[in-house]
């Protein structure tokens, strides 16, 4: 069965700092993996796609990595900004299936 | 485009009661989905359904009906409300195959007393 961690729970940064978001997953046998932003009380933003095929994904201050081996993606963000502030959700895939399986996020705070 | 909507934005149901959450979208997405977002559990997949016509079950699928008639409607049925029914409810949607992003709807919160 897939399962999807992600570790921190929660995350507190100052503003300009860079950091890295983790999620792991049991099984490599994925199709997909997603990166998702949460604002509270909102529904969810897609950021970034990374087929199973792919390493990584990149877009603007964010750059998603994949590494299937060894069950792990991270999403860095770059020169984080209090805007940044959300809850992050990773999300697999399964290959054969139209499945997908979330984490339960990492509650990311940036400080001004 | 309005992209995915849903409807109602909160309920209050008491115990048994039936009723049905709206979702629809306007992308022309084969593909569209059913989650329940609880506290510290995140998201679980209630049903989904890559057409018209097809569904199937999720992990979570005991007390949920869906159907599938057209392509931009999946209604979700609850058929005997319980507590443990309370969450907050999302509706998704991408294109079946190929770089299928996943669009969300604003989700509906239901309380069950």
């Known amino acids: 069965k897939q399962e999807v961690t992600q570790i921190p729970a929660a995350l507190s940064v100052p503003e300009g700092e860079n950091l890295v978001l983790n999620c792991s997953f049991t099984d490599s046998a994925i199709y997909n993996l997603q990166w998702f932003r949460q604002d509270p009380g909102k529904g969810l933003t897609s950021l970034l796609l990374?087929?199973?095929?792919?390493r990584e994904q990149t877009s603007g201050r964010l750059n998603a990595s994949l590494d299937k081996s060894s069950g792990r993606s991270t999403l860095y963000i770059a020169a984080s900004q209090p805007g940044d502030s959300a809850t992050y959700l990773c999300a697999v895939r399964r290959s054969g299936t139209y499945k997908y399986i979330f984490g339960t996020g990492t509650r990311l705070k940036v400080l001004a | 485009n309005a992209g995915v909507t849903q409807t109602p934005k909160f309920q209050v149901l008491k115990t048994g009661q039936s009723m049905t959450l709206q979702c629809a979208q306007d992308m022309n997405h084969e593909y569209m989905s059913w989650y329940r977002q609880d506290p510290g559990m995140g998201l679980r997949l209630i049903h989904y359904?890559?057409?018209?016509?097809?569904?199937d079950q999720g992990e979570v699928p005991n007390g949920y009906n869906v159907s599938r008639s057209t392509t931009e409607d999946f209604p979700l049925r609850l058929l005997s409300a319980a507590p443990s029914q309370t969450s907050v409810y999302f509706c998704?949607?991408?294109?079946?195959?190929?770089?299928?992003?996943?669009?969300f709807g604003p989700g509906t919160r239901l309380l069950v007393l």
């Open positions: 990374i087929q199973s095929s792919q």
């Open positions: 998704a949607s991408s294109l079946r195959e190929g770089g299928e992003t996943q669009y």
């Open positions: 359904s890559v057409g018209a016509g097809i569904t």
